[in-house]
């Protein structure tokens, strides 16, 4: 509009109207992803902290698109799930990444899970547990190599009963870490009663925990709760030394972070597998 005076509803109008143009232009971007080949997947290994060898890794979705170049998960996720266009990428995904994890055992690697983010909207498809059945008998992949990330709030706000679609994923066979631990609905109801394989501590805690004595003492109890239940302990995050010896001192299982290495395209996590 011409109408643009020095009026402060004006400029906050324009600047709501430029983030909803944005926002249309990634639905756009997202609605033609796989078409285009503008998504597409990393690695992020998981190190074994006692034997610093890989014991896994995660999938992590990436955009870059010709028209709004990189765009962050943290900005393309949200929308995606608003314009329920993350079914499409999901499924997608799920299946890239299970074909993939059978490609490396095929080439004669150890085989060892690939975890893959599924969101609320996901679980709460009546079609997911089919979808996750038929990606697996397509793929080849035995399910034991496929580890499902769901967070406590999205299963929470499960129109299923959490127990139940625990339940039904752990008799499908694949296995589930329990995401972002620490962060908001943290309830110690879903360690002792859910049939839950490892635990992913959330960076946000894992920053803090070589300067707040509290967030030290939160983590050392966590992680031997875990082990109280067998369950296994990632660290999110971790990027410094003082991190690294603090979560070893506390018997912390696993390390995902940049000390060890962050986000690999599949040829450089292939080369670090077999360096290892
Ligand atoms: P997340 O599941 O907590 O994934 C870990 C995030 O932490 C990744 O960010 C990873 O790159 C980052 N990270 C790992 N180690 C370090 C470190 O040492 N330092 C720092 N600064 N960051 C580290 P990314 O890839 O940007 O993903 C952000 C979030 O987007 C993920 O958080 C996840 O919630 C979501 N996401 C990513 N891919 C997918 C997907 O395929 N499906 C769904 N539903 N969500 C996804
Ligand atoms: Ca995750
Ligand atoms: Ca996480
Ligand atoms: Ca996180």
């Known amino acids: 509009s011409k109408d643009t005076g020095k009026n402060k509803f004006t400029i906050f109008d324009s600047k709501m109207e430029e983030e909803l143009n944005r926002n249309t232009l990634i639905v756009e971007v997202l609605r033609n992803a796989i078409d285009n080949k503008e998504v597409y997947i990393q690695y ?61 055992i095929d080439m004669g690697i150890p085989p060892r899970p690939v975890s893959v983010n599924i969101s609320s909207i996901q679980i709460n498809r009546p079609g997911f547990i089919s979808l996750l059945r038929e990606v697996l008998e397509e793929t080849g992949l035995p399910p034991q190599y496929l580890e499902l990330e769901i967070t406590e709030s999205s299963l929470v706000s499960s129109i299923m009963d959490a127990t139940e679609l625990l339940n039904t994923l752990q008799e499908l066979g694949v296995k589930v870490s329990l995401d972002d631990f620490g962060t908001g609905y943290s309830s110690l109801n879903y360690l002792t009663k859910m049939p839950i394989n490892t635990l992913k501590i959330d960076k946000s805690f894992i920053d803090n925990i070589c300067y707040s004595e509290k967030d030290s003492q939160i983590a050392k109890s966590i992680i031997q709760l875990a082990h109280s239940l067998n369950i296994k302990v990632v660290a999110e995050g971790v990027e410094y030394e003082n991190q690294l010896a603090l979560l070893k001192e506390q018997k912390c299982d696993i390390i995902q972070g940049f000390i060890y290495s962050g986000p690999l395209h599949a040829p450089a996590l292939i080369d670090m597998i077999r360096k290892a």
Do not use: D, H
């Open 44 to 104: 992020q290994p998981l190190i074994e902290l006692e034997t610093t060898t890989v014991i896994g890794y995660e999938a992590l979705m990436r955009i870059r698109s010709e028209r709004l170049g990189s765009i962050t998960p943290e900005e393309f996720i949200p929308i995606a799930e608003e314009s329920g266009l993350i079914i499409e990428l999901s499924s997608w995904l799920l299946k890239e990444v299970c074909n993939f994890n059978k490609e490396l």
